[in-house]
């Protein structure tokens, strides 16, 4: 993965590729991109976006690693390696099963709660939902990758089908800026920011996903897509 410094100008390109909403604007050009950075970033959206949601319409000659259960549903989870796990789950009315595609299944999360459960009610009806971080953080391409995994399925029209669009906490260049301070009832903020611990908060109509490093950052932000779609709780 490339380690270079990740730009907001790419991160935006980045979650406007992954979700799948047509936004209601036309997108802009940034001035500077990083061509290197967008090749790279480009093909990880592809492996991301053709991978994370398919209709699961036959069998597979790779058996489960393990039956998952949330207490009252049980979930087939197939580990393909240390930085990828499959998901076979039903989604609301659809009555044909999807594969939800992540880096880590739900045993490699089960030390990060989610404090509170009225996050799925906080975001159903969102307008609009940002995804924003500290330019100042110097985040590189990994943690565009927790970003990736939480706009893939909210902007997918199977699940929320909302549009889900970037932002940065501090002004730069002409980037939205968007802080918790900002959210409100029609457009919650995502927060993915660097911590001492991993862990999921809320402040309001904010969700908090941070970390000690940009790994645990994408542990936060698929933990918090289990519990959205109900794998977790």
Same mark, same amino acid.
């Not at 490699?108 to 009806?125: C, F, G, R, S």
């Given at each position: 993965?490339?380690? !270079?410094?990740?730009?907001?100008? %790419? ?25 290197? +950075? ?5 093909? #990880? ?24 259960? !949330? ?15 499959? *998901?076979?789950? @039903? ?25 509170? %459960? ?20 110097? #985040? ?17 029209? @199977? ?12 002004? @730069?260049?002409? !980037? ?10 029609? +457009? %919650? ?10 862990? *999921?908060? %809320? ?20 933990? #918090? ?5 109900? *794998?977790?709780?």
């Amino acid at each position: 993965m490339n380690k !270079n410094k990740i730009t907001p100008d %790419t991160y935006k390109k980045i979650l406007d590729s992954a979700s799948e909403h047509t936004p209601k604007e036309p997108k802009k050009e940034s001035n500077n991109p990083d061509r290197v +950075n967008l090749i790279l970033y480009g093909l #990880l959206i592809c492996v991301v976006i053709f991978g994370g949601f398919i209709y699961f319409k036959e069998s597979t000659s790779i058996p489960p690693i393990y039956h998952y259960t !949330n207490g009252d549903s049980e979930f087939e989870v197939r580990k393909i390696s240390d930085t990828q796990s499959q *998901i076979q789950f @039903y989604y609301g009315n659809n009555p044909e099963p999807f594969v939800m595609d992540l880096r880590y299944g739900p045993i490699d999360l089960e030390d990060i709660k989610v404090p509170d %459960t009225a996050i799925k009610q906080m975001i159903q009806n969102d307008e609009t939902l940002y995804i924003t971080f500290n330019p100042q953080e110097e #985040l590189k391409g990994e943690a565009v990758l927790a970003g990736v995994e939480i706009g893939k399925f909210i902007g997918n029209k @199977y699940f929320f089908n909302i549009p889900v669009k970037s932002a940065v906490t501090t002004p @730069y260049d002409n !980037n939205t800026v968007m802080t918790c301070e900002d959210a409100d009832d029609l +457009n %919650t903020v995502i927060w993915i920011k660097k911590g001492k611990e991993t862990k *999921i908060e %809320t402040q309001g109509n904010c969700i908090i996903l941070q970390g000690p490093t940009e790994t645990d950052m994408v542990k936060a932000a698929d933990r #918090l897509a289990l519990h959205l779609i109900g *794998i977790m709780q």
